[in-house]
């Protein structure tokens, strides 16, 4: 929010992948700015082509993408593809935001490039954070605001004065202590397997027709059920059965993806979680459509 808040104003523009974590709706939401939803392949990430045409069409002032592992779609975008992007960004004069929290999470260890380093004009505001690696109740984040360096630390001390010291301070010595890496390798084999047991469960649970994606790392696959069949409707029940999904419109500024869903699978694998899945299959496949 602070990067928005850093680069644009009310009633701006910003371009964000399609279909896109819904936080980051929530945030332009609460900015009073308006979302445009930009083409987003679950593979490869947002369209060059898609942005080109929109920059022709729209005053764009900003544009947020999540380019590695992404939530919900866990798409990897090519480097080439970054680099196109950032170019691309850069010759109409609109600024980058890269959320790159779950750039950490390759299931083959290999780390992808972040946009920010094909930045050459300081133009492209990077924000990470540890909450996906080692731990959501850290809350603890950072970014690198590139030219706009200034004003995002007025913003940050106006909105907030100060940092949690402690939590920061454990975090940096743990860092220092070399314990890290070993850390993310474990969770990155761990996610890799609880990813690959979801996927599995979906083919042999869910109706049939249904899509999943196969992400290379992060822990969100994003679900595309047969056509017809109603998400909003499949999260009533499943909340019934105690079950929680997140339905495809949650991604999206005008309720799009309405036959999609996401599924979390961060929570460690058990007879539990396999019941549960099986059980959201059931569901499924008595929707209509």
Known sequence: MLSLRTVAQPGDVIAIESPTFYGILQAIESQGMRALEIATD??????????????????????????????????????????????????????????????????DHQRPWAAKAYDTQGEVLYCGSFSKTLGSGLRLGWAAPGCYREHFTYLKYASS???????????????????????????????????RRVIE?????????????????????????????????????????????????????????RHCLRLNCALPWSQQTEAALMKLGGLARELPG
């Open 42 to 107: 679950p593979e490869t990430g947002m369209s060059p082509e898609s942005l080109a045409r929109a920059l022709t069409q729209w005053p764009i002032t900003a544009c947020v993408i999540m380019p590695n592992f992404g939530n919900p779609l866990g798409h990897l975008t090519p480097e080439p593809r970054k680099a196109e992007l950032v170019s691309l960004l850069q010759a109409h004069g609109v600024v980058l935001i890269e959320d790159d929290v779950y750039g950490e999470l390759a299931f």
């Open 161 to 195: 004065q100060a940092t949690p010291t402690l939590t920061t301070l454990a975090v940096a010595d743990y860092l220092e202590r070399g314990g890290y890496e070993r850390f993310l390798h474990a969770t990155q084999r761990r996610y890799r397997l609880q990813v």
């Open 201 to 257: 469960a979906i083919g042999h649970h869910f109706p049939a027709g249904t899509r999943v994606t196969r992400p290379g790392g992060g822990f969100v696959v994003w679900v595309e059920l047969p056509q017809g069949a109603d998400a909003l409707v499949l999260q009533e029940r499943a909340l019934a059965a105690g079950i929680s999904i997140a339905p495809g419109p949650m991604f999206s500024s005008h309720g799009g993806y």
